[in-house]
């Protein structure tokens, strides 16, 4: 049964930064997708970035792109997610969930539903 767990998070300023980790545990990640969804209050979850643990190939959405940045270290099953440039709009509660990969990795970053696997979520708080 694999088991994931955030940390980071927080509150931060506007252009701050903040990084965030995924790691999982009871399973290796080889093959597999590491997403992070966000879900402000009132609003859907939506795809963040998302990265293929073998590959390393990568998937942003465009609010995001040039701010965050995700990566991985295999050898510790843990994901990273590094937000740069923070604006108050990347205030919600983020959720990493994992899962085996789809032959679309964009398709699959953006549906809440391709994953099985998701952790407890962590508040991010962006504000002066």
């Known amino acids: 049964q694999l088991k994931v767990v955030e940390s980071g998070g927080g509150s931060v300023q506007p252009g701050g930064s903040l990084r965030l980790s995924c790691t999982a545990s009871?399973?290796?990640?080889?093959?597999?997708?590491i997403a992070w969804f966000r879900q402000a209050p009132g609003k859907e979850r939506e795809g963040v970035p998302c990265?293929?643990?073998?590959?390393?190939?990568?998937w942003y959405t465009d609010s995001v792109k040039g701010r965050f940045l995700i990566s991985r270290d295999n050898a510790k099953n843990t994901a990273y997610l590094q937000m740069n440039s923070v604006k108050v709009e990347d205030t919600a509660v983020y959720y990493c969930?994992?899962?085996?990969?789809?032959?679309?990795?964009?398709?699959?970053?953006?549906?809440?539903?391709?994953?099985?696997?998701w952790g407890q979520g962590i508040q991010v708080t962006v504000s002066s």
């Open positions: 969930g994992i899962d085996r990969t789809w032959p679309s990795l964009q398709h699959q970053c953006i549906n809440p539903q391709a994953f099985g696997s």
């Open positions: 009871e399973v290796t990640l080889d093959y597999y997708v």
């Open positions: 990265i293929l643990t073998h590959e390393g190939d990568t």
